[in-house]
């Protein structure tokens, strides 16, 4: 069983930034793919970027790509998404999710993902 505990959320204005950070338990960390997803009052929730094992391998979805970077730190099992330049339509609950490899599915999909966190709520005023 894999843990993930999301922080750093919270409410900025337009064109401000946020990280949040997902802090993950187990020893197998390293060898996973982790993804951050977001879902807005009354939508589905829906991709935002995700990283390989190593880091070698970046995805993002087209919305957030140029202002959001996807990170982590396998010496603290943490994955991070800095998030810049904020709009209004990026509010929503994030998530993170970590795929061990045991379900088949791309990044993009919410359905290769095994293990995912409560959410934290971002919000960004106009």
């Known amino acids: 069983q894999v843990q993930l505990v999301e922080s750093g959320g919270g409410l900025v204005q337009a064109g401000g930034s946020l990280r949040l950070s997902c802090a993950a338990s187990?020893?197998?960390?390293?060898?996973?793919?982790m993804g951050w997803f977001r879902q807005a009052l009354g939508k589905e929730r829906a991709f935002v970027a995700a990283?390989?094992?190593?880091?070698?391998?970046?995805y993002y979805t087209d919305s957030v790509k140029g202002r959001f970077t996807i990170s982590r730190d396998n010496a603290k099992n943490t994955v991070y998404l800095q998030m810049n330049s904020l709009k209004p339509e990026d509010t929503a609950v994030y998530y993170c999710?970590?795929?061990?490899?045991?379900?088949?599915?791309?990044?993009?999909?919410?359905?290769?993902?095994?293990?995912w966190g409560q959410g934290t709520q971002v919000t960004v005023s106009s």
């Open positions: 990283i390989n094992w190593n880091g070698g391998r970046l």
């Open positions: 187990g020893r197998a960390f390293s060898t996973y793919t």
């Open positions: 999710a970590a795929s061990t490899g045991a379900r088949s599915g791309s990044p993009y999909s919410e359905g290769g993902y095994d293990y």
